[in-house]
């Protein structure tokens, strides 16, 4: 549907966080390359960074793909990077929240340093990759004013907060997820149905019934501004 979207909203720039590309757990660099051929500019990814480890050298040689920057500074890769098209510049800066997740720093005593890789930037995008709602939500306060977009994802249901925050800065607790709806957060319904009726582990299939695109339009016009932000929820049926 990206192609589609591109031309239809006039996208300057296309933000995707990857971390599930791979049958739900992880991303390859093949997977990796055909999100940019298809016109992604930056992929963030979060808690599964690592679950591919194919990944990890591409980590470090591809600028363009981020995990979280509160990550211990040994393991590979980096996160932050700078996108330049049409003589307009979008930094991106990926962390990960401290509840339930292995990461190295809070993400709170992070984001200094990250802003100041970006700080070159006329537009800054936070992907702030979470489970719980609060560290978003105090993410989101904490960067009002300071950066265009504080956007969380990781739990894969859109929210019904999308605003822009009353210093400009765009906001949502979670973009959602682009994939299945007819599963149970991506996977097959009848095996995720197994596991919590009987407590007997199964091997997860990734569900392809009835796919939805999840994301959101951030518009922008003065420097580290969002003037609004709009959810994107289409079925891929509406398109194809
Ligand atoms: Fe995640």
Redesign the pocket.
Known sequence: MLPKLREELSLDFVIANG?NAASGSGMTPKQADELFSLGVDVITL???AYRRRELWPYLTQQQHILRPANYFQAQPGHGTCIVEKGGVSLGVVNLAGNAFMRTAFPAFSTIGDALGEVGAADHVLVDM?AEATSEKVAMGWYLDGKVTAVLGT?THIPTADARVLPKGTAYITDVGMTGARGGVIGVKKEQSLSVMRTNMPIRYEPSDEDPWINAVLIKCTTLRKAESIEQILRPLSDKE
């Open positions: 971390e979060g808690n599964h990759h990781h």
